[in-house]
């Protein structure tokens, strides 16, 4: 009667607990699936992009310090934006290589050349748009801000980012990126900033499914007429 007792508030105990946490293992296995099928490069969008980017080569450029002797050089960065050489000082100031001049912020037809110099040659621009800010369940989350975001002609849905500030290309997002972000969020159940593992709600549920898979052990342990039998004749 003891052990019958014991077995059904197993079972019971069991029973819930799959339930509960069920739809929580079935995203982790489908998630997982995916994970293992997909290419993670195309996933990045590498197909989107050209495989080789040209480097540009400039002559006749200044020494950012005669350019600009009153501020102090502690980083230094030859960067080419749309055609023209600047001095990217201290990660903060973008420096024409060649007059000295400051420049604030990149242009939207600089942002559209820099795009393309990236980008897969055929793809056409649908529109450009400026960001400010950003949540932190947005593709552009973590990255550089103010941004152009320009939007390709595509099923694909694609997006390419470049920083207003800097002209720096960040990165492109697709289709198949915010499918992979959305199960990755699932997976790691960081539902804020995806990449956290240390997160409550996944501790929770992990002890959680390790008590399930247990308690299934020790139902079947305590069920199995096998295992009766073995301990009814050790008795003996």
């Known amino acids: 009667m003891v052990r019958r007792k ?4 197993i079972r019971k105990t069991h029973r819930y607990l799959g ?42 450029l200044e020494s950012p310090s005669k350019l600009q002797p009153t501020v102090p050089l502690k980083s230094l960065e030859l960067k080419d934006i749309a055609g ?17 001049a400051f420049k604030k912020e990149i242009t939207e037809n600089e942002a ?42 595509s099923t694909n849905d694609i997006k390419a980012y470049v920083s207003i500030t800097d002209g720096k290309f960040q990165t492109l997002r697709h289709r198949d990126w915010r499918f992979f972000d959305f199960l990755w969020m699932t997976h790691t159940m960081d539902y804020e900033g995806r990449d956290n593992f240390n997160t409550v709600i996944l501790r929770a ?13 020790l139902l079947w342990y305590i069920s199995s007429p096998t295992v009766r039998r073995l301990v009814k004749s050790k008795r003996n």
Request: aromatic share 14%; hydrophobic share 45%.
């Open 6 to 9: 014991l077995a059904l508030n």
């Open 19 to 60: 339930l509960f946490i069920g739809v929580q293992f079935l995203l982790w296995t489908i998630s997982g699936l995916y994970f293992s099928w997909t290419d993670i490069d195309e996933i990045h969008g590498d197909q989107f992009k050209k495989e080789a980017v040209l480097l540009s080569s400039f002559a006749n």
């Open 84 to 100: 023209e050489p600047f001095y990217w000082v201290n990660e903060e100031i973008l420096l024409h290589a060649r007059t000295g």
């Open 112 to 153: 559209t050349k820099i795009a393309e110099k990236n980008m897969r040659d055929g793809l056409l621009v649908e529109n450009i748009r400026r960001i400010e800010n950003v949540d932190e369940h947005h593709e552009y989350r973590g990255r550089p801000l103010p941004a152009f975001v320009i939007s390709y002609k």
């Open 205 to 217: 549920f992990s002890l959680l499914g390790l008590l399930t898979v247990l308690s299934g052990f």
